[in-house]
């Protein structure tokens, strides 16, 4: 089983940068990609970006490319999200999730094996 546990999540204004982070843990942890999807209210959960465990290739929503960077540090089985520029549309409860074997898409939900709790991103305008 694995455990994922997001932090630092808050209110900024717009224009403003927050950073996310994803601590993984269990009795043991692999991971084949590592992704941070949000859902807004009353809309359905959608795709950030992705990173590969091992070689680190990363993938961007457009909406978000040039201004969120995904990374990852292996010995602390944790991912970040750096957040930059940030509008008022990026306001959503954000989730990280994890694969454990290759798959076909990285962008879709039903991927994904195990979800965090979420943590709430708000920008006001």
């Known amino acids: 089983q694995v455990q994922l546990v997001e932090s630092g999540g808050g209110l900024v204004q717009a224009g403003g940068s927050l950073r996310l982070s994803c601590a993984a843990s269990?009795?043991?942890?692999?991971?084949?990609?590592m992704a941070w999807f949000r859902q807004a209210p009353g809309k359905e959960r959608e795709f950030v970006a992705c990173?590969?465990?091992?070689?680190?290739?990363?993938y961007y929503e457009d909406s978000v490319k040039g201004r969120f960077t995904i990374s990852r540090d292996n010995a602390k089985n944790t991912v970040y999200l750096q957040m930059n520029s940030l509008k008022p549309e990026d306001t959503a409860v954000y989730y990280c999730?994890?694969?454990?074997?290759?798959?076909?898409?990285?962008?879709?939900?039903?991927?994904?094996?195990?979800w965090g709790q979420g943590t709430q991103v708000t920008v006001s305008s």
């Open positions: 990173i590969g465990w091992s070689g680190g290739r990363t």
């Open positions: 269990g009795r043991t942890f692999s991971a084949y990609a």
């Open positions: 999730a994890t694969v454990v074997r290759p798959a076909a898409s990285l962008v879709v939900v039903t991927t994904y094996d195990y």
